[in-house]
């Protein structure tokens, strides 16, 4: 009470979602039919919902040995996350016309929480001898739309009733300023070697490179870099004029790696899925090694989508032995499936499993038995 004025206030919990829709066309059904083996997938390119970024996961011949008569799709979230993301999702064939197909064509999830980098979706999504012998597919193509909505974390917003309203919206600025270009600049700079005052050896290669951008990368070559002259630590030895770093134990390709993405903040381009499983799990060595710890998460989040029953061995035990925990849980959650894990083990050999991968056994054994 204030002069005898009585003061009254409000207050709300307000629960909000954020929807988008993203299209995924198949286009060539019949060629990627025939090049994916079953239990691998293709991935769509990324969309942002609820401020989170997501891909649909599309597998042409089954999700699950044994499986590869039926199409799978999922939904991925694609990041790490601090509590669950909770979900509606669906996804519909389209017809020639772009209209939905009849419901038993399409799958609806009324609710799932996502945890970092997590999936859901129809395991036997659409058989595919009733694919090819009906509307949907044309001209050796056909589209699946998918619909989704995130339901937002709750907020409590209050009003004064006392309070004047508030003021309006500010003017639009008068200038409008570009996004920043600044990464472009950098990774000039190393295509060119403008300004370059160090010289790395590599393998039997050299690179040029600025002192201060990888010392501003690295706090491990920042201290080799201007530490007492003659030092050697983690393969770094710098000579007399401080001026060349040979770099030990690395090839030529992965360190030219680990500067594009000290210059760029992004992985250069790889040629293939080869090329890609053959470099990442060196480039996260290099990035523990200099403890660069967003290059490390990078490569970790792209080798999760080359996790499958012929990988999943030496992807978990790589992922133990250079604390890759992300990566870990993906091959965990892929040897939920009983019949996955008996391929590995007919695959691989019980006792070869137990020779070369044996923190892959330790890491099972305590997954079952913590099963409830």
Known sequence: MDSGKLLRSASALVGSTVSGQHLLEIKGY?????????TNCIVSRRFRVGGHDWCIR???????????????????????????VRAHFSFTVLNQAGEPMPASWN??????????WDWEGPRTFIRKATLEGSGPLHDNCFTIRCDLTVIMP????????ESPPPPPPPPPPAVSVPPSDLIRHLGGLLTTGDGADVTFEVDGKTFLAHTSVVASRSPVLRADLFGPVGKKTNGVIADSAGAIVRIDNMEAQDFEALLHFMYTDSLPEMKGGG?????????????????????????EDKLCGYVNVRTVAAMLAFAGEHHCHGLQKKCLRLLDDPANLREIVETEGLEHLAKSYPLVLKDLIAKFATKP
């Open 107 to 116: 799958y609806y999830n009324g609710g799932y929480t996502f945890t970092s």
């Open 275 to 299: 090329d890609a499983v053959a470099m990442l799990p060196d480039l996260v060595a290099a990035a523990n090694r200099y403890k660069m710890e967003r290059l490390r998460l990078v490569c």
């Open 58 to 84: 599309y597998y042409p011949n089954g999700i699950y040995p044994g499986w590869s008569e039926y199409i799978a799709v999922t939904l991925y979230l694609d990041g790490s996350v601090n509590q669950g």
């Open 30 to 38: 019949s060629h990627i039919k025939e090049v994916i083996p079953s």
């Open 154 to 161: 709750p907020e409590s917003k209050g009003v004064d009733t």
